[in-house]
Protein backbone atom coordinates (compact mmCIF):
# COMPACT_ATOMS: atom_id res chain seq x y z
CA UNK A 1 0.00 0.00 0.00
CA UNK A 2 1.02 3.60 -0.35
CA UNK A 3 -0.31 7.07 1.11
CA UNK A 4 -0.59 9.57 -2.09
CA UNK A 5 -0.74 13.04 -1.94
CA UNK A 6 -3.53 14.83 -4.33
CA UNK A 7 -3.33 18.73 -5.17
CA UNK A 8 -6.61 20.75 -7.20
CA UNK A 9 -4.53 22.96 -9.88
CA UNK A 10 -5.94 24.06 -13.28
CA UNK A 11 -9.07 22.00 -12.16
CA UNK A 12 -7.19 18.69 -12.38
CA UNK A 13 -6.38 16.43 -9.82
CA UNK A 14 -2.70 15.37 -9.18
CA UNK A 15 -1.42 12.69 -7.15
CA UNK A 16 1.98 12.14 -5.95
CA UNK A 17 3.00 9.06 -4.02
CA UNK A 18 4.99 9.85 -0.68
CA UNK A 19 6.08 6.37 -0.17
CA UNK A 20 5.50 3.03 -1.36
CA UNK A 21 5.27 0.31 1.68
CA UNK A 22 5.03 -3.21 2.04
CA UNK A 23 1.56 -4.81 2.66
CA UNK A 24 0.41 -3.61 5.69
CA UNK A 25 -2.94 -1.41 7.19
CA UNK A 26 -2.60 2.14 7.02
CA UNK A 27 -4.37 4.85 8.65
CA UNK A 28 -6.00 8.15 7.86
CA UNK A 29 -3.34 10.67 7.91
CA UNK A 30 -3.85 13.70 10.01
CA UNK A 31 -2.30 16.60 8.15
CA UNK A 32 -1.55 20.41 9.98
CA UNK A 33 0.38 23.59 8.63
CA UNK A 34 4.07 23.62 9.96
CA UNK A 35 5.99 26.41 8.27
CA UNK A 36 4.45 27.02 5.70
CA UNK A 37 4.17 23.70 3.99
CA UNK A 38 2.50 20.66 5.63
CA UNK A 39 3.46 18.02 8.39
CA UNK A 40 1.50 14.75 7.46
CA UNK A 41 1.35 11.62 9.70
CA UNK A 42 0.11 8.20 9.62
CA UNK A 43 0.75 5.24 11.35
CA UNK A 44 0.27 1.59 10.26
CA UNK A 45 0.38 -1.99 11.99
CA UNK A 46 2.00 -5.39 10.49
CA UNK A 47 0.61 -8.03 12.47
CA UNK A 48 0.39 -7.12 16.65
CA UNK A 49 2.79 -4.34 15.82
CA UNK A 50 2.51 -0.30 14.76
CA UNK A 51 4.90 2.04 13.49
CA UNK A 52 3.83 5.68 13.11
CA UNK A 53 5.86 7.23 9.98
CA UNK A 54 5.57 11.13 9.30
CA UNK A 55 6.87 13.65 6.74
CA UNK A 56 6.74 17.29 5.24
CA UNK A 57 5.04 18.08 1.97
CA UNK A 58 4.96 21.27 0.16
CA UNK A 59 1.87 23.12 -1.01
CA UNK A 60 2.12 20.78 -4.16
CA UNK A 61 1.80 17.58 -2.56
CA UNK A 62 5.67 16.90 -3.00
CA UNK A 63 7.31 15.05 -0.40
CA UNK A 64 10.56 17.42 0.78
CA UNK A 65 12.24 15.26 3.70
CA UNK A 66 12.69 11.70 4.40
CA UNK A 67 9.89 9.85 5.80
CA UNK A 68 10.50 9.32 9.36
CA UNK A 69 9.58 6.18 11.13
CA UNK A 70 9.12 5.77 15.11
CA UNK A 71 7.74 3.71 16.99
CA UNK A 72 3.71 3.24 18.01
CA UNK A 73 0.37 4.23 16.71
CA UNK A 74 -0.01 8.04 16.05
CA UNK A 75 -3.05 9.25 17.92
CA UNK A 76 -3.00 13.30 18.05
CA UNK A 77 -1.70 15.86 16.34
CA UNK A 78 -1.55 19.54 16.79
CA UNK A 79 0.60 22.80 15.05
CA UNK A 80 1.30 26.09 16.28
CA UNK A 81 2.77 27.39 12.77
CA UNK A 82 6.22 26.84 13.69
CA UNK A 83 6.26 23.75 15.53
CA UNK A 84 3.85 20.46 16.12
CA UNK A 85 3.57 18.05 18.70
CA UNK A 86 2.54 14.51 18.01
CA UNK A 87 1.40 12.12 20.43
CA UNK A 88 2.10 8.40 19.75
CA UNK A 89 1.06 5.38 22.02
CA UNK A 90 4.22 2.61 22.31
CA UNK A 91 2.96 0.29 25.04
CA UNK A 92 0.30 -0.35 27.09
CA UNK A 93 -1.09 2.83 29.11
CA UNK A 94 1.82 4.83 27.89
CA UNK A 95 1.92 7.73 25.47
CA UNK A 96 5.10 9.84 24.11
CA UNK A 97 4.79 13.58 23.41
CA UNK A 98 7.36 14.37 20.57
CA UNK A 99 7.78 18.01 19.44
CA UNK A 100 9.27 19.09 16.10
CA UNK A 101 10.20 22.33 14.93
CA UNK A 102 9.42 23.82 11.27
CA UNK A 103 11.60 21.36 9.35
CA UNK A 104 10.52 18.32 11.67
CA UNK A 105 13.39 17.83 13.75
CA UNK A 106 12.80 16.57 16.85
CA UNK A 107 13.10 19.37 19.86
CA UNK A 108 11.98 17.51 22.88
CA UNK A 109 9.67 14.32 24.06
CA UNK A 110 8.20 13.86 27.18
CA UNK A 111 5.88 10.74 28.37
CA UNK A 112 1.83 10.50 29.49
CA UNK A 113 0.43 7.23 31.20
CA UNK A 114 -2.16 6.74 28.96
CA UNK A 115 -3.20 4.97 25.36
CA UNK A 116 -5.73 7.62 24.18
CA UNK A 117 -6.09 11.13 24.51
CA UNK A 118 -6.25 14.42 22.53
CA UNK A 119 -4.27 17.59 22.42
CA UNK A 120 -4.81 21.15 21.56
CA UNK A 121 -2.50 24.64 21.82
CA UNK A 122 -3.56 26.39 24.79
CA UNK A 123 -1.98 29.99 24.24
CA UNK A 124 1.25 29.26 25.88
CA UNK A 125 1.19 25.29 26.24
CA UNK A 126 -0.33 22.37 24.93
CA UNK A 127 -2.88 20.75 26.95
CA UNK A 128 -3.24 17.15 27.35
CA UNK A 129 -6.87 15.46 28.12
CA UNK A 130 -7.34 11.67 28.56
CA UNK A 131 -9.42 9.26 30.85
CA UNK A 132 -8.05 6.72 33.25
CA UNK A 133 -10.00 4.03 35.69
CA UNK A 134 -9.94 5.68 39.28
CA UNK A 135 -9.55 2.51 41.56
CA UNK A 136 -10.66 4.55 44.57
CA UNK A 137 -13.92 6.10 42.60
CA UNK A 138 -14.54 2.84 40.31
CA UNK A 139 -15.09 4.79 37.85
CA UNK A 140 -13.33 6.27 35.23
CA UNK A 141 -11.97 10.02 35.53
CA UNK A 142 -10.76 12.64 32.89
CA UNK A 143 -7.69 14.04 33.50
CA UNK A 144 -5.46 16.78 31.93
CA UNK A 145 -1.79 17.35 32.03
CA UNK A 146 0.52 20.18 30.36
CA UNK A 147 3.61 20.50 28.04
CA UNK A 148 5.69 23.20 27.67
CA UNK A 149 7.47 23.89 24.50
CA UNK A 150 10.61 23.10 26.41
CA UNK A 151 9.28 19.46 26.92
CA UNK A 152 8.63 19.81 30.53
CA UNK A 153 5.43 18.02 31.10
CA UNK A 154 3.50 18.36 34.67
CA UNK A 155 1.81 15.71 36.93
CA UNK A 156 -1.51 14.62 35.56
CA UNK A 157 -4.80 16.43 37.18
CA UNK A 158 -8.13 15.40 38.19
CA UNK A 159 -10.75 17.63 35.95
CA UNK A 160 -13.46 17.64 39.34
CA UNK A 161 -16.47 17.58 37.77
CA UNK A 162 -19.48 15.15 39.09
CA UNK A 163 -20.77 12.28 37.50
CA UNK A 164 -24.10 11.83 35.90
CA UNK A 165 -24.64 8.83 37.47
CA UNK A 166 -22.98 5.84 39.87
CA UNK A 167 -19.84 3.96 37.58
CA UNK A 168 -19.63 6.30 35.21
CA UNK A 169 -17.50 5.22 32.09
CA UNK A 170 -15.98 8.14 30.54
CA UNK A 171 -13.67 8.04 27.24
CA UNK A 172 -12.47 9.98 23.67
CA UNK A 173 -12.04 13.44 24.73
CA UNK A 174 -11.89 16.21 22.27
CA UNK A 175 -10.22 19.81 22.62
CA UNK A 176 -10.65 23.15 21.24
CA UNK A 177 -9.49 26.16 22.26
CA UNK A 178 -11.44 29.41 21.60
CA UNK A 179 -8.58 32.37 22.91
CA UNK A 180 -9.05 32.23 26.77
CA UNK A 181 -10.42 28.86 27.74
CA UNK A 182 -11.00 25.03 26.27
CA UNK A 183 -13.88 23.25 26.12
CA UNK A 184 -13.51 19.53 26.39
CA UNK A 185 -16.20 17.25 25.31
CA UNK A 186 -16.28 13.41 25.60
CA UNK A 187 -18.78 10.65 25.83
CA UNK A 188 -20.20 9.45 29.13
CA UNK A 189 -21.99 6.05 29.54
CA UNK A 190 -23.01 3.74 32.66
CA UNK A 191 -21.11 0.56 33.40
CA UNK A 192 -23.35 -2.02 31.71
CA UNK A 193 -22.63 -4.18 35.01
CA UNK A 194 -23.89 -1.71 37.34
CA UNK A 195 -27.95 -1.69 37.81
CA UNK A 196 -28.67 2.31 37.81
CA UNK A 197 -30.91 4.50 35.98
CA UNK A 198 -28.72 6.98 34.53
CA UNK A 199 -28.47 8.49 31.20
CA UNK A 200 -28.52 6.93 27.90
CA UNK A 201 -25.52 3.69 27.09
CA UNK A 202 -23.43 7.14 25.64
CA UNK A 203 -24.58 10.75 25.72
CA UNK A 204 -21.98 13.48 25.22
CA UNK A 205 -21.05 15.83 27.56
CA UNK A 206 -18.82 19.46 27.88
CA UNK A 207 -17.16 21.34 30.59
CA UNK A 208 -15.40 24.76 30.24
CA UNK A 209 -11.55 24.30 31.81
CA UNK A 210 -9.20 27.36 32.08
CA UNK A 211 -5.73 27.28 29.88
CA UNK A 212 -3.89 25.23 32.50
CA UNK A 213 -6.93 22.66 32.73
CA UNK A 214 -9.08 23.54 35.76
CA UNK A 215 -12.67 22.78 35.51
CA UNK A 216 -14.81 25.96 35.39
CA UNK A 217 -17.82 24.20 36.17
CA UNK A 218 -18.74 21.37 38.63
CA UNK A 219 -21.44 20.01 36.13
CA UNK A 220 -20.65 18.81 32.55
CA UNK A 221 -23.14 20.41 30.56
CA UNK A 222 -24.81 17.39 28.25
CA UNK A 223 -24.03 18.31 24.61
CA UNK A 224 -25.79 14.97 22.89
CA UNK A 225 -28.30 12.84 25.20
CA UNK A 226 -28.44 9.76 22.60
CA UNK A 227 -27.51 6.29 23.28
CA UNK A 228 -25.28 5.76 20.54
CA UNK A 229 -23.21 9.31 20.87
CA UNK A 230 -20.17 8.05 19.86
CA UNK A 231 -17.34 9.74 17.56
CA UNK A 232 -16.46 13.58 17.64
CA UNK A 233 -14.39 16.17 16.29
CA UNK A 234 -14.43 19.79 17.89
CA UNK A 235 -13.36 22.84 17.06
CA UNK A 236 -13.79 27.15 18.19
CA UNK A 237 -13.85 29.83 15.51
CA UNK A 238 -13.02 32.38 19.04
CA UNK A 239 -16.87 33.33 19.07
CA UNK A 240 -18.25 29.81 19.97
CA UNK A 241 -17.41 25.83 20.35
CA UNK A 242 -19.08 23.65 17.60
CA UNK A 243 -19.12 20.11 18.07
CA UNK A 244 -19.79 17.21 15.52
CA UNK A 245 -20.53 13.55 16.62
CA UNK A 246 -21.23 10.34 14.91
CA UNK A 247 -23.60 7.34 15.20
CA UNK A 248 -20.78 5.08 16.81
CA UNK A 249 -22.77 2.06 14.89
CA UNK A 250 -21.78 3.72 11.61
CA UNK A 251 -23.99 4.70 8.61
CA UNK A 252 -26.09 6.35 10.89
CA UNK A 253 -26.75 10.31 12.07
CA UNK A 254 -24.23 13.06 11.44
CA UNK A 255 -25.08 15.85 14.24
CA UNK A 256 -23.97 19.44 14.63
CA UNK A 257 -24.03 21.01 17.93
CA UNK A 258 -23.16 24.79 19.03
CA UNK A 259 -21.75 25.63 22.38
CA UNK A 260 -21.75 29.12 23.30
CA UNK A 261 -19.62 29.78 27.25
CA UNK A 262 -22.23 31.74 29.29
CA UNK A 263 -21.81 33.95 32.60
CA UNK A 264 -23.87 30.71 34.28
CA UNK A 265 -22.18 28.06 31.91
CA UNK A 266 -22.29 26.14 28.61
CA UNK A 267 -24.81 27.60 26.72
CA UNK A 268 -25.94 24.16 24.21
CA UNK A 269 -28.35 24.89 21.20
CA UNK A 270 -29.99 22.15 19.76
CA UNK A 271 -28.37 19.29 17.65
CA UNK A 272 -28.69 19.72 14.59
CA UNK A 273 -28.84 16.76 11.49
CA UNK A 274 -26.25 17.05 9.66
CA UNK A 275 -26.68 13.78 7.33
CA UNK A 276 -28.88 10.66 8.18
CA UNK A 277 -28.73 7.64 6.13
CA UNK A 278 -30.98 4.44 6.62
CA UNK A 279 -29.53 0.46 7.24
CA UNK A 280 -29.42 -1.37 3.26
CA UNK A 281 -32.50 -3.39 4.64
CA UNK A 282 -34.84 0.27 5.48
CA UNK A 283 -33.39 1.34 2.18
CA UNK A 284 -34.39 -1.79 0.64
CA UNK A 285 -38.20 -1.50 2.67
CA UNK A 286 -38.82 2.41 1.38
CA UNK A 287 -37.88 1.57 -2.13
CA UNK A 288 -40.67 -1.07 -2.16
Known sequence: MSIVSAVLRNRHLVSREIISLTPAHQSVPQLVPLSGRYLAVWFETRGEGAVTRRAILDGAGNRLTPVVETDGRAIAVESIGESALILTTTDYAKAV???????????STS????TEAAVVWAGTHYLVAWSAYDVHRRESSMFTSIITTAGTTTLPRRVEVS???????????????????VLMAWTTSVDPEWPVIGPHAATSVAVLLSPSGTALQTVPAVVVADEWAGRQSLASSGAEFLLVTADIRGGGKIRATTIVPAATGLSVEKSRDLFLTASPSRRRSAAR
Open 97 to 107: ATQLDGNGEVL
Open 111 to 114: SITT
Open 163 to 181: NLAERMSNSSPVLAFDGNN
